[in-house]
Structure formats: structure tokens, C-alpha cells
């Protein structure tokens, strides 16, 4: 069962990838369309066109540029899931490893080890605090909760630039 989860995890960050690789690419010719636009228009003599055309069509350019970097941030967002993803991926697949193995199930030294692999593995604060709280005996609700708490108090960077 644990193997079915990380298959389906594995699907499911696959299938994401190809669609942001796409979103991405096309979002980086658009940004290259708009800037050209502006510039053209910008450089505009004022006698070649009207200058309320002029401030329209340099107005939808700069709208247009601001909703491609809001797309962009919620590709950070989409970048932060599938980080996240692929940790919970590693921990089912180590810990399915580790007790399929009845030499290892009950060697506390091989449950420290698996801790000190997922540990090494978290790179954002939110994962690593959680992990910490779980750890110290917090449930998952509570565990939530600090996390929750430190990120509303800007503890915690709410987004990591990739």
C-alpha cells in the first residue's frame, strides 16, 4: 500500500511538471511579446500615432506584464507543492523499505537513521518545524497549528523563490 502511494505520488508530480514546463515556456514568449510591444510603442514618434493610442496600448502592455508575474508566483506556489511532494514520496518509499524488511523493523538505529534522512531532506523552515514538533510528541493538528502561527507572524518566509 505504501508503494501504491508513492507511485501515485510519482504520477501525479510527473504529469504536474510537464504541464508547468509548458505554462512556463509559453508564459516566457509572452513576456518577450509584451516587452517588444511596449517597446515599439514606446519609441513611437508622436505625430505616427495618436497619443491616447499610445498610453492605451502602453496600458494594456503593463497590465498584461503584471498578471504574467502574478501567474509566475503562483508557479513558485506550484514549485513549493511539488517540493513537498516529493519529500512525502521519499518518506513513504524509505519507510516502506524499512519495514519490509523484518532485519531492520526493529532496529531503533535504523528508525534514527530513517529520521535523520527525511531531517536532511526538508530545506524549507515550515517542513523542518513540523517534522521537529512531531518528533517531540505534538499531534498532527497541533503540529499544523505552529506552523500556521510562525508563518502568520512572518517567522516563516511565505514563499521560496526557485
Known amino acids: 500500500m505504501l508503494n501504491l502511494a508513492v507511485a501515485q505520488i510519482s504520477m501525479a508530480m510527473h504529469e504536474g511538471e510537464d504541464s508547468v514546463e509548458s ?7 509572452m513576456v518577450g511579446n509584451v516587452e517588444d510591444i511596449a517597446k515599439t510603442t514606446a519609441s513611437l514618434a508622436a505625430g505616427d500615432v495618436a497619443d ?9 502592455a503593463a497590465e498584461v506584464q503584471g ?16 517540493q513537498r511532494l516529493d519529500h512525502v514520496r521519499f518518506v513513504l518509499d524509505a519507510l516502506s523499505a524499512l519495514v519490509a524488511d523484518k532485519s531492520r523493523l526493529f532496529n531503533p538505529a535504523e528508525w534514527e537513521g530513517l529520521q535523520q534522512s527525511i531531517r536532511g531532506r526538508y530545506s524549507m523552515q515550515e517542513e523542518q ?17 505552529l506552523v500556521r502561527k510562525r508563518l502568520h507572524e512572518g517567522d516563516i518566509n511565505d514563499i521560496e523563490l526557485f
Open 23 to 29: 505554462l512556463t515556456r509559453s508564459f516566457t514568449s
Open 52 to 60: 491616447d493610442i499610445k498610453s492605451a496600448v502602453l496600458s494594456r
Open 67 to 82: 498578471g504574467i508575474q502574478q501567474s509566475i508566483v503562483a508557479f513558485q506556489f506550484y514549485d513549493r507543492l511539488s
Open 129 to 145: 518545524d513540523m517534522f521537529e514538533a512531531l518528533l517531540n510528541g505534538a499531534s498532527i493538528e497541533e503540529a499544523l497549528d
